[in-house]
C-alpha cells in the first residue's frame, strides 16, 4: 500500500536548535496514528513541515505524492488541520466563519455548515466569535478541519476544551473518517483516550523517533510486566497465597485480591497456578501496560547514555 504521507530522515535547525533529528515514517490511507510526546519533542514542527508552512532543512517529506513545501502543492485543498491553539476573526459569526474556510477550499458552503451541527455549535452557529468560550473555538476549528471530507487530517491536542460527550463525538467522526481511508494524525497528551483508539503509536523525544508500533508491538519490545489481579475466597489474613511462587512480586489488594507482576514469559504458568483445582479463585482479571507506562519506560530507555 503506498504511503499518503512518506517522511525520511528528515532534520529542522531552528538557528543552533535540532527540533527534529532525523525521524522517518509512512502513514497509509485509513490509518489513524497517534503521535506522543513532550512538549518540545518535535511533534508540532513535523505537522507542520507536512503542511509546507515549514521546509526542512535535510530529508525528504511528500504528502499525498507531493512535496508540502513547493510552490504548486494541489494536494493541500485535501488537508485538514486543527492547531493547538486556534484563532479565528472575532468579528464573525461561527456561520460566517465556515463559509469562509469553505470557499478557501472551494467545498460546497451548505455541506460545510452543517458540520457545525456535528461539533454541537449549531445553536451557536449565529453568535460572533467574541462569545464563543475557549470549548466553543476548539469545536469550530474541528468544524474548518472537516470540511471537504480531508484526505489527510493532522490534529494538534483537538480535544482541549471538550467535554466529555463532544469528546466522544469528535472521536465517531475521525474514527468514521479513518474507515473511509482518510489518514488521522492525532497529536495528544491525554493518553488515555489515543490508547483506545489509535491503531498506531509514534513516540517522540527531543526531536528523535524513540519508538513506532502498535500497542501490542510496542508492549513486546517493553516486555514490562502484566499485572495480574486474582480475587481469592480463602486468602489467608497475611503472606502470600499458597500456589504463588516465592520469587513472584506481589501486593494484596483490599481483603481478598493479590495483584501480582508477570513478566510475558511468567504471564501463562502464573495463570495456570492461580486457577488450579482448590484455590478457590472468584475472579481473575489481565492488566497489561497501558499507553502511560509505554511511554515513561521508551522515554527512560530513550535518556540512557548509548
Known amino acids: 500500500m503506498s504511503a499518503t504521507i512518506h517522511i525520511a530522515d528528515v532534520i529542522k535547525h531552528y538557528g543552533r ?6 525521524v522517518s515514517f509512512d502513514l497509509a490511507a485509513g490509518e489513524m496514528v497517534a503521535l506522543i510526546g513532550h512538549n518540545g519533542a518535535g511533534k508540532t514542527t513535523l505537522m507542520k513541515m507536512m503542511l509546507g508552512l515549514i521546509r526542512p532543512t535535510k530529508g525528504t ?8 513545501a513547493a510552490g ?3 494536494s493541500r485543498r485535501h488537508l485538514g488541520y486543527l492547531p493547538e491553539n ?3 476573526d472575532a468579528a464573525l459569526s461561527g456561520r460566517e466563519t465556515q463559509a469562509f474556510y469553505a470557499r478557501l477550499k472551494r467545498e460546497p458552503v451548505a455541506q460545510a455548515l452543517e458540520l457545525l451541527d456535528i ?8 453568535r460572533r466569535v467574541n462569545t464563543y468560550s475557549k470549548g466553543m473555538r476548539q469545536r469550530l476549528g474541528l468544524a474548518q478541519a472537516l470540511i471537504g471530507r480531508p484526505r489527510v487530517l493532522l490534529l494538534d491536542e483537538p480535544t482541549s476544551g471538550l467535554d466529555p460527550e463532544l469528546r466522544q463525538t469528535f ?11 482518510t489518514t488521522v494524525l492525532l497529536s495528544s497528551h491525554a493518553l488515555t483516550e489515543l490508547e483506545e483508539r489509535a ?25 514490562l510486566p502484566t499485572r495480574i489481579r486474582v480475587k481469592i475466597a480463602d486468602l489467608p489474613p497475611s503472606g502470600p497465597p499458597s500456589w504463588l511462587p516465592a520469587a513472584a512480586s506481589y501486593r494484596r489488594v483490599n481483603g481478598h485480591i493479590v495483584e501480582i507482576d508477570a513478566t510475558p514469559n511468567e504471564k501463562i504458568e502464573l495463570l495456570r497456578l492461580a486457577t488450579a483445582d482448590g484455590t478457590m ?5 489481565l492488566i497489561p501496560p497501558n499507553l502511560d507506562e509505554l511511554y515513561a519506560h521508551f522515554l527512560r530507555h530513550a535518556e540512557r547514555p548509548q
Open 119 to 126: 461539533v454541537g455549535l449549531g445553536a451557536a452557529a449565529k
Open 72 to 74: 504548486e502543492f494541489s
Open 86 to 88: 486556534v484563532s479565528f
Open 61 to 68: 517529506i511528500a504528502v499525498l505524492g507531493e512535496n508540502p
Open 171 to 181: 472521536y465517531e467522526v475521525i474514527q468514521k473518517l479513518a474507515a473511509e481511508g
Open 17 to 22: 536548535v535540532e527540533a527534529v533529528k532525523g
Open 199 to 223: 491503531g498506531r503509536v509514534i513516540i517522540m523525544n527531543r526531536g528523535l523517533k524513540v519508538a513506532d508500533g502498535t500497542l501490542d508491538e510496542l508492549r513486546r519490545l517493553a516486555r
Open 281 to 285: 479463585v472468584e475472579d481473575v482479571e
